[in-house]
């Protein structure tokens, strides 16, 4: 049984990857219905091999040569029917089961926010009940999705489409977005945003470009009214669980120390000391007040990994320690 087990989590490891890679070659047009394949299949049989590990069966009782569904042993492990990882891999199963139909390019931007979710989830749970560390297979930089952010509005895809491609696209658009309307986890969905700031200093700039019609690489200044719910989706204790997770995931080392020298991981006192010492919640890039409250976006979620990612110390750092 031991071997088997051994087995499922190989190939499990080996899938996992597989779906990484088919996701991230540009040249691959395949590659939502390839992630969503591999990644069910990286699911189904690491999960097989913890029901082995707690010595139960993974075949159905009146079919003893036919193992269970992966539907079936999501609903062993994570019986909580709301449970936020559980309805990210049902999302994704629904889209495998389709994906010999109706699949188009235009799907990566409404399954992309689910996609990099299970990759963390994936990373966590392998970790919990098999101490697989999945950095030791893959560099953690390849656990963030290369994604073409090219969203479509409803008027759009009917212009586009076919009728009945147009109604499934739509259908599963608005689904999605009513899921992600309702629930805040990021063990559901991770926000996938691409914004452009446009700023005078020179150093501060990641992309050099000119407001001109002339240039090589040239910009129009565009200013519309947007909804500030479309960007600051994760509220502070989002932000915390969020930020944990990937530097627990991405094998990020962290250091922080109570003054008895046990280890704390990244909690309030360290999310206030960032917030206070950059300023964040007078930046509109990471934070906004409305109804009283402040919201944040996923924009200071990755900010704060790499802060953290460059400096472990940073603690005691913005303390002048």
């Known amino acids: 049984m031991e071997d088997l087990q051994k087995r499922l989590i190989e190939k499990s490891i080996e899938a996992f990857i597989m779906g ?25 049989l690491m999960l097989k091999a913890t029901l082995l590990a707690r010595g139960e069966s993974i075949y159905y009782d009146e079919k003893q040569d036919r193992t269970l569904s992966i539907n079936d042993v999501i609903g062993k492990i994570y019986t909580d029917k ?18 010999t ?4 390019e235009d799907y990566e931007t409404i399954y992309a926010p689910f996609f990099q ?27 963030t999705l290369s994604v073409n952010i090219n969203t479509l509005t409803t008027e759009q895809i009917r212009a586009k489409y076919t009728k009945e491609m147009a109604e499934k696209l739509i259908t599963a658009k608005n689904d999605n977005e009513y899921i992600i309307a309702n629930h805040s986890s990021s063990d559901l969905y991770i926000p996938l945003q691409h914004n452009f700031f446009i700023t ?22 565009v200013k519309e009214l947007q909804d500030p719910n479309d960007k600051y989706k994760l509220t502070y204790n989002n932000v915390i669980k969020s930020v944990e997770k990937q530097i627990k995931t991405k094998r990020i080392p962290f250091e ?7 280890q704390k991981p990244f909690n309030t006192y360290v999310l206030n ?15 906004f007040k409305f ?23 940073i603690v005691e750092h913005l303390l002048g320690r």
């Open 117 to 143: 979710a299970t990759i963390f989830n994936f990373s966590e749970q392998i970790e919990r009940f098999h101490n697989v560390d999945i950095t030791r297979y893959i560099a953690q930089n390849f656990l």
């Open 273 to 287: 000391l960032i917030i206070n010492f950059y300023g964040i919640k007078s930046n509109e890039r990471y934070a």
């Open 101 to 104: 139909h109706f699949i188009t």
């Open 200 to 221: 005078k200093k020179k150093q501060d700039a990641d992309l050099l470009i000119a407001v001109t019609s002339g240039a090589d690489n040239s910009i129009a200044i």
């Open 82 to 99: 709301s449970q936020p990882l559980r309805l990210n891999l049902e999302k994704i199963i629904e889209l495998r089961n389709t994906s």
């Open 20 to 44: 990484l890679e088919v996701y991230n070659k540009p040249t691959i047009r395949y590659r939502i219905e390839g992630f969503s394949f591999f990644i069910i299949n990286a699911w189904e």
């Open 256 to 262: 922080f120390n109570n003054q008895d020298g046990t």
């Open 291 to 313: 109804a009283g409250v402040y919201r944040y976006s996923q924009q200071l979620v990755e900010f704060i990994v790499e802060e953290i990612k460059k400096d472990a110390r």
